[in-house]
Structures are given as C-alpha cells and as structure tokens.
T-cell receptor, first 112, second 114 residues
Framework: DAKTTQPPSMDCAEGRAANLPCNHS???????VYWYRQIHSQGPQYIIH???NNETNEMASLIITEDRKSSTLILPHATLRDTAVYYCIVRPSTGTASKLTFGTGTRLQVTL | EAQVTQNPRYLITVTGKKLTVTCSQN?????MSWYRQDPGLGLRQIYYSMNVEVTDKGDVPEGYKVSRKEKRNFPLILESPSPNQTSLYFCASSWGMTVNTEAFFGQGTRLTVV
C-alpha cells in the first residue's frame, strides 16, 4: 500500500480556506486518494475521494497533482466545527480494497 | 437515516469476563469491519466481513472473534478480555469490496478492561 505523509498539525482562522497537504509519492496508477476526518473521538467521517481529476463536493475540494504524488484537501470556508484530525488514505484497487489504512493524520485547529 | 449503531458506547469490565460489542447497519451494506484506535497507533483493522457467513482477519485479530449471521449485524466478541484490549473501537460498513465506495463508521465504543 502506498504510504502517505501529512503534517501533524495546522491552524486556520475561521472563515478562511484550510489547505491540508498530503504526500503519496509511491502511489500506483490504480490507487485512489481518500480523505476522512475524525472530530474528537467520534467515528471517522468520509469527506471526498479521487483518482486523478480534481473533485469537489458540498464539504470540500480535492486537488491531485498531475503526477499524483501529492494532493491537497481544501475546506473553502473553515468553521470551528471543522476542527478535527484529517486523514489522507490511499486505497488499493485489488485485494482487501475496503480496508482503510489510517496514518496519524493532520490535526486541524480552526480558531476565531 | 443511514447509520451504523454500536452498543454499548462505554464499557468497563474485568479481565476474563466475556463481552460482546454489537454493531448494526441499516444500509444493506455487504462489507463490515471492526477497528481499534489507540494513542500513537491510529486505527487498525481487527476483522472484516465481505458478506453473511464470510469473515476474515485484519491486522490485529488476536483475542477477538466476530460473526456475521445476518447482513445488518456484525458483533465483536472478546472471549477473555485483557487490559491490553482497553481501546476505542469502531465498526464500519460499506457497499462492498470495490474501491469507489465510502465507509460509514459507528460512534465508537470505549472499552476499559481492569
């Protein structure tokens, strides 16, 4: 499985965009990039995923570089409720594809 | 409302006393799994099930059992709990084994074994 690298923590002012980077330089061609977040000790929550194109949904945008070695999750207008640990996960497309391998993630603190 | 429900949310038990943590989903998902979360170690998969009567070990299965007699339920059984199983446990479900699916997680069960 491709390994991901994320900064351990980031701060963001409320109302500003939060840009969370993820490095996955060993990603293979058929592996997807997924983002989940965990608010306090609640169950992880799905945010978004993509293969090579940029993706957007009601929660966030995902920008994947052309070489697919890194990606950025963008929360366009962060609120205090977005304070959480954000996990970038690369999922294999074969075998135990539904297994999610969580790293240590990025702890995002949104402040007033 | 689509959800994964775990019970109990909190449990304190003594070493060796068998316990079961229940997990139920209302989305008709085929795939279900259990994770444990420990400080500094992140979430690790314990067991998973691809469908009724089909289960397999994850990364840390020792000391746990599971069963999948019905599609909606996937209980986690600790036959003889030990203090090193003190952890935060999450059940998750998704449509299947394909990559293009999101997983839904329960709210967690905080287990303390004394």
């Amino acid at each position: 499985d491709a390994k991901t690298t994320q900064p351990p923590s980031m701060d963001c002012a409320e109302g500003r965009a939060a840009n969370l980077p993820c490095n996955h330089s060993t990603i293979s061609g058929n592996e997807y990039v997924y983002w989940y977040r965990q608010i306090h000790s609640q169950g992880p929550q799905y945010i978004i995923h993509g293969l090579k194109n940029n993706e957007t949904n009601e929660m966030a945008s995902l920008i994947i570089t052309e070489d697919r070695k890194s990606s950025t999750l963008i929360l366009p207008h962060a609120t205090l409720r977005d304070t959480a640990v954000y996990y970038c996960i690369v999922r294999p497309s074969t075998g135990t594809a539904s297994k999610l391998t969580f790293g240590t993630g990025t702890r995002l603190q949104v402040t007033l | 409302e689509a959800q994964v429900t775990q019970n109990p949310r909190y449990l304190i038990t003594v070493t060796g006393k068998k316990l079961t943590v229940t997990c139920s989903q209302n989305m008709n998902h085929e795939y279900m799994s259990w994770y444990r979360q420990d400080p500094g170690l992140g979430l690790r998969q314990i067991y998973y099930s691809m469908n009724v009567e089909v289960t397999d070990k994850g990364d840390v299965p020792e000391g746990y059992k599971v069963s999948r007699k019905e599609k909606r339920n996937f209980p986690l059984i600790l036959e003889s709990p030990s203090p090193n199983q003190t952890s935060l446990y999450f059940c998750a479900s998704s449509w299947g084994m394909t990559v293009n699916t999101e997983a839904f997680f329960g709210q967690g069960t905080r287990l303390t074994v004394v």
